[in-house]
C-alpha cells in the first residue's frame, strides 16, 4: 500500500525545499528526475506511482536523505514503491542483458554445486575449521563477466587473503556461498532476496563461523542491516576488512614499502552514508609511504556516486554521472583514483572503456584492498 | 541409471542463425523431444551469456547454439562474436557448477540433410545420461 510507504518513510514531512534534487546525481542530468516531485507526486496522486519508469532510475545512494532537513527516507520510499511495483509486474532495464540478474536468480537454486575457489593460490591459506570466514561475494562472477575491461575483480579477493593471512587470520572460504542479495532486494525483489539469504545463513551455520569478513561494502552494509531486518537475529559479526586495518597499520604490525604518486578516493555509498566509515580508508591510504593523498571537492558525506546500481537503468545519465566524477577526480592532479567497492570500480572503468572517452581524462582505477596488498612487504 | 532419469524429458533450447540454414527450417528431430525450444535469430552474433544464463535460469536443461562457419558470417564478424560471448558462458556455467556438457556452439555448420538431426540427436542424448539440470528447483518451488 503506498499510503503505508508514505507513512513508513515519514514521506508526508516533505517540505517542498527540493536540497534533495539539488544533490541528486541523476537530476544533475536527467530533468525529468526529481526526488522532490516523485515525493510530492505520490503523496497527491498515489495510483499512478507505480508506472512511473523514474523509480527505477534513482541510484539509492542516499545523498537525498543525507541532506533532507525532514529525515524523509527516499531512498526507502523509492525501494518500497519498486516492491509494490514489482508485485504489478513491472521492473527496470536490466543492464548487460540481465545476465547478472539471471546469476543471482540463479543462485536462489537449493542443490548448487559452484566451483569458485579456483582464484585462490597456493600461497593464499584458508582453513577449514576458523571462526572466520571471508565472504568473497560476486568477485569470481564478475572477474569473468568484465573481463573485456579488464575490472580484474578477483584481485581484491586475492589482496584481502593476503592481507588477513597478515594478520594471523586464516579464514574459511566457502564453495556455496550465495551472492547476498543485495541488488535483488534493491531492485524489489524481496522473495528471490530471502531466499539467497536463506540459503547464506545456513552455510555460514554448516561452517560454524562467528566473524564474516567481507572486503564489499554492499555486501557488508546487507548483512549488518537487511539480514536482521529481513531475517531476524543475525548471530554473526560482520567486520568490514577496513574495520581491522587502521591499528595494525598505526602500530607497526603491518609493514609497507613506499609507493609513489598522487591518489584520490571514491567513497562508496554503502560503505560512507550507510555504514559511515569514512575515516579508516584514508588511514589506511595516508599510512603508505610515499603518497601524496588528496580529497576530491565533493568527499565523505558529499561524495558522489559511480552512477549506476543495482545492474538496471544505465542509461546516458549514469555515463554522464561517472564522467563528471572522472572529471572531479582528474582535477585534483591525481593520477590513480582508489575505489573500495568492485562496482565503483567497474563502473569507472566501463565509462572508461567508452569509445569516445577522452585521453587526457584516463586515471588508473584500483581497490583500497589490491592498492594496500601491492604495498605489503616493507622493511 | 535411476527410474527418475529413465522418465526424464529433457527441455533444449536452440538458439540458430538464419543464414547457416538452421534457423531457415523447422527441425525434423523435435518430434522426439517434446521439450524443444527452437529460437531463430538473424546472426549467431545475437547470442550472449546472458540469453544462455536467463534459459538456463528458467530450467532449460541444455543449451545448443548454431552459427556460420569462420569467414562465412552473412554479417561478417557475428560468429565471431558468438565464439567470445561463448567462451564467457562457459566459463560463467563452470563457476556456477553447471555441467559443461548442457552448451555446445556449433560454428560449423552449413545445413545438409540429416547432419541437423544427428547434431541434436547426440547433444540431446548427452542431456540424458546428466539428467536435469540442477536449476530446474528454482522453479519448481514456486
Known amino acids: 500500500m503506498i499510503k503505508d510507504i508514505i507513512k513508513k518513510t515519514k514521506a508526508y514531512y516533505c517540505l517542498d525545499c527540493g536540497k534533495c534534487t539539488a544533490v541528486c546525481p541523476v537530476a544533475l542530468f536527467d530533468g525529468d528526475f526529481s526526488p522532490r516531485r516523485i515525493v510530492g507526486e505520490t503523496i497527491t496522486r498515489e495510483d499512478k506511482v507505480l508506472d512511473d519508469c523514474r523509480i527505477w532510475n534513482c541510484l539509492t545512494c542516499k545523498m537525498c536523505h543525507e541532506r533532507c532537513p525532514s529525515d524523509v527516507n527516499f531512498i526507502e520510499f523509492i525501494r518500497l514503491l519498486r516492491v509494490d511495483a514489482r508485485g504489478e509486474g513491472k521492473e527496470g532495464i ?12 540463479i543462485m536462489t537454486a537449493p542443490n548448487l554445486n559452484q566451483k569458485r575457489l579456483d582464484w585462490i593460490r597456493p ?25 573485456n575491461i579488464k575490472a580484474n575483480s578477483l584481485d581484491i579477493a586475492r589482496s584481502t587473503l593476503k592481507i588477513l593471512n597478515l594478520l594471523r587470520i586464516e579464514p574459511q572460504v566457502l564453495p556455496n556461498e550465495r551472492c547476498c542479495g543485495h541488488d535483488l532486494l534493491w531492485s524489489g525483489d524481496v522473495e528471490n532476496f530471502k531466499k539467497l539469504a536463506q ?10 563461523v562467528k566473524k564474516i569478513v567481507l572486503s564489499c561494502p554492499e555486501g557488508y552494509a546487507c548483512f549488518k542491516s ?31 614499502k613506499p609507493v609513489k604518486g598522487k591518489v584520490t578516493y571514491q567513497d562508496p555509498c554503502r560503505l560512507g552514508r550507510f ?20 580529497e576530491m571537492k565533493r568527499s565523505g558525506k558529499n561524495a558522489m556516486c559511480c552512477g ?15 564522467l563528471e566524477r572522472l572529471k572531479e577526480a582528474k582535477s585534483t592532479g591525481a593520477e590513480t583514483l582508489i575505489t573500495f567497492c568492485p562496482k565503483c570500480q567497474i563502473h569507472f572503468l566501463c565509462a572508461q572503456s567508452e569509445i569516445n572517452y577522452p585521453e587526457e581524462l584516463k586515471l588508473k582505477v584500483i581497490d583500497l584492498t589490491t592498492f594496500l596488498a601491492n604495498a605489503l612487504g616493507g622493511e | 541409471m535411476s527410474e527418475e532419469k529413465k522418465d526424464f524429458k529433457p527441455k533444449v533450447v536452440a538458439f540458430a542463425c538464419h543464414w547457416c540454414g538452421v534457423g531457415k527450417n523447422e527441425i525434423n528431430a523435435v518430434e522426439d523431444f517434446p521439450d524443444f525450444k527452437l529460437i531463430k535469430l538473424m546472426c549467431s552474433g ?19 547454439a548454431f552459427g556460420c562457419p569462420e569467414g562465412k558470417c552473412h554479417y561478417n564478424f557475428g560468429n565471431r562474436n558468438a565464439a567470445e560471448e561463448y567462451k564467457i558462458a562457459q566459463s560463467l556455467i563452470h563457476l556456477l557448477g553447471i555441467e559443461p556438457k548442457r552448451l555446445r556452439l556449433e560454428l560449423d555448420f552449413f545445413s545438409e540433410d540429416g547432419k541437423l538431426d544427428s547434431v541434436i540427436k547426440e547433444f540431446v542424448g548427452g542431456i540424458r545420461k546428466i539428467g536435469p539440470s540442477p536449476l530446474r528447483l528454482i522453479n519448481e518451488n514456486k
Open chain 1, 226 to 256: 537487511e539480514y536482521p531486518n529481513y531475517l531476524g537475529k543475525f548471530d554473526f559479526e560482520v567486520v568490514h576488512i577496513s574495520e581491522l586495518l587502521p591499528d595494525k597499520l598505526s602500530s607497526g604490525e603491518i609493514k609497507l
Open chain 1, 123 to 147: 600461497d593464499l591459506k584458508t582453513s577449514k575449521d576458523s571462526e572466520y570466514l571471508y565472504f568473497v561475494g560476486c568477485l569470481p562472477y564478475f572477474d569473468l563477466f568484465f573481463s
Open chain 2, 46 to 64: 545475437r547470442i550472449n551469456s546472458a540469453l544462455i544464463l536467463k534459459a538456463f535460469e528458467k530450467g532449460a536443461d541444455g543449451i545448443i
Open chain 1, 308 to 322: 549506476t546500481s543495482s545492474w538496471m537503468n544505465c542509461t546516458q545519465y549514469s555515463k554522464q554521472i561517472q
Open chain 1, 94 to 105: 536490466c543492464s548487460h542483458g540481465g545476465a547478472i540478474q539471471s546469476l543471482m536468480k
Open chain 1, 275 to 294: 555504514s559511515n566509515i569514512y575515516d579508516n580508508p584514508r588511514e589506511i591510504i595516508n599510512s603508505i609511504p610515499g603518497i601524496e593523498f588528496v
Open chain 1, 199 to 208: 540459503h547464506n545463513i545456513a552455510e555460514f551455520k554448516k561452517a560454524g
